[in-house]
């Protein structure tokens, strides 16, 4: 994140156009784990993959923002099941999931990349939106829950769970809220609450893990 952005969400201001008048970096630095190194722990028991061998903190390419999404300025992001689940490229490695999305369309060809940056939660600022976002602007303090969805399927009109094109963002998708800057569908925000930090808001969408094979749907997807 540039200085510049830091200093105006820590200093409040949120005239009209401030945020929009901002540069958004060409790069951003980011947790990753790399396509290259997911036999790592092959032929270890669980209990002794050591996520700190494979997470990286490098700098990576700022996404284009799409029609639907927004990109993020983190203030605030945690480790759930999925981070780690991610670091030691349990039940199956994400980059899987990563290029089942990239064969969608073109838009989502983005996520499929060598690297993954994770993070299914996040707590910032909007930097900018994509076309046909009208009730996120620039400045606004939101929090991100973790499912992405398409919108595109009957199902999932009535209950978004059902949608047939669920992913988990930074899971099942890349640019995920462990970095600088994340990149998510704007339906995917929520207002931050304003008697929350922006620590008590980026972890309070998570509580217990899932019931043992709760992943079966995306393990199993083709």
């Not at 790069?27 to 036999?39: L, P």
């Not at 639907?68 to 199956?92: C, D, H, K, Q, R």
Request: glycine letters at 8%.
């Amino acid at each position: 994140m540039t200085t510049a952005i830091r200093d105006a969400i820590l200093s409040g201001e949120n005239a009209p156009g401030h945020f929009e008048a901002l540069a958004v970096p060409e790069s951003y630095w980011g947790v990753t784990v790399h396509a290259d190194e997911v036999d790592m722990f092959a032929g270890m028991r669980s209990e002794d993959k050591d996520p700190r061998k494979s997470l990286h903190v490098e700098e990576v390419a700022t996404p284009e923002v799409g029609p639907g999404e927004a990109l993020l300025a983190v203030m605030a992001s945690s480790v759930n099941y999925n981070t780690v689940w991610s670091a030691i490229f349990e039940p199956v490695p994400t980059f899987g999931f990563l290029r089942r999305y990239g064969r969608r369309s073109e838009l989502a060809r983005r996520h499929d990349l060598p690297y993954h940056v994770l993070g299914s939660d996040v707590s910032g600022v909007v930097l900018r939106v994509g076309p046909g976002v009208t009730k996120w602007k620039p400045g606004d303090r939101v929090v991100a829950h973790c499912l992405s969805v398409e919108l595109e399927d009957p199902e999932g009109h009535d209950d978004t769970m059902l949608d047939p094109q669920q992913r988990i963002w930074g899971f099942e998708t890349n640019f995920g809220g462990l970095a600088e800057l994340a990149l998510v569908k704007a339906n995917q925000l929520m207002p931050m609450p304003a008697h929350l930090t922006w620590e008590e808001a980026a972890c309070s969408g998570w509580s217990t893990p899932p019931p043992t094979g709760s992943w079966s749907r995306a393990t199993a997807r083709p």
